[in-house]
């Protein structure tokens, strides 16, 4: 008889060990009320809650003026995020800038600089080169924790460029704009806005002569000049 007590011990006292285990890794795994409702939850806007994104190249290219405006007044935060592709000694380096904003109104405006700044005694500047398009996302968040994102490619090129190529395109769109410009400095963006449709933005007003659009199911007012919004019929 001692010898099977001697052997039950330590075998009742292991299986106390898993119960208290397992029992406590059960309570920790069980989401209280208020975890489930800080869960953040994607929405969808309607058509006329969607707001309009403006993506504005300065004189020389080196910054861009982002604006948005129509933005729901339920939302509380916005975050922005521009990737973009540089050139440095030869070689493709990924580069960013982004930033959040406690919004206070329908409408916000950030300068995003295409490089990188020293202002300790003076600002010195250090811009990237070779930029020729990136992808910008916006994401809407509300106090509540539901949000709203979008994404969208964009397309950087001057007069130059678009009247050596005779175009402007969005590649990952399938979008090509034919045609070219008056001014050879101005400096231009195209991307696909929050309500389907397509922007171009330059620092200029872009005149210039529109030859077609691919494909021919987007269409736009005015062909004498190439900013502006293009419509998918």
Do not use: W
């Amino acid at each position: 008889m001692k010898k099977i007590k001697i052997i039950l011990v330590p075998i009742i006292f292991l299986v106390l060990i898993l119960v208290f285990v397992f029992t406590r890794n059960k309570k920790a795994t069980v989401n209280t009320p208020d975890e489930t409702t800080k869960m953040s939850k994607e929405i969808e806007l309607t058509a006329d809650e969607k707001p309009i994104i403006s993506l504005t190249p300065r004189t020389d290219g080196h910054e861009l003026k982002l604006k948005i405006t129509n933005i729901p007044f339920k939302f509380s935060t916005a975050e922005y995020e521009l990737i973009y592709t540089a050139e440095d000694e030869g070689l493709e380096i990924e580069k960013g800038v982004s930033g959040t904003v406690k919004l206070t109104s329908s409408d916000i405006e950030k300068d995003l600089l295409l490089g990188t700044s020293s202002c300790t005694n003076g600002c010195k500047y250090k811009y990237d080169e070779g930029i020729i398009g990136g992808v910008l996302t916006l994401t809407l968040t509300t106090d509540e924790k539901q949000y709203f994102t979008f994404e969208t490619p964009f397309t950087l090129k001057n007069g130059t460029e678009i009247n050596k190529d005779k175009k402007i395109s969005l590649s990952q769109e399938n979008l090509t704009i034919n045609g070219t410009v008056t001014s050879k400095s101005d400096f231009f963006i195209l991307i696909k806005n929050i309500n389907n449709s397509y922007s171009v933005f330059s620092n200029g007003n872009g005149k210039g002569k529109i030859t077609s659009i691919e494909p021919n199911i987007i269409t736009k007012t005015d062909l004498t000049s190439i900013v502006g919004d293009y419509i998918s019929q």
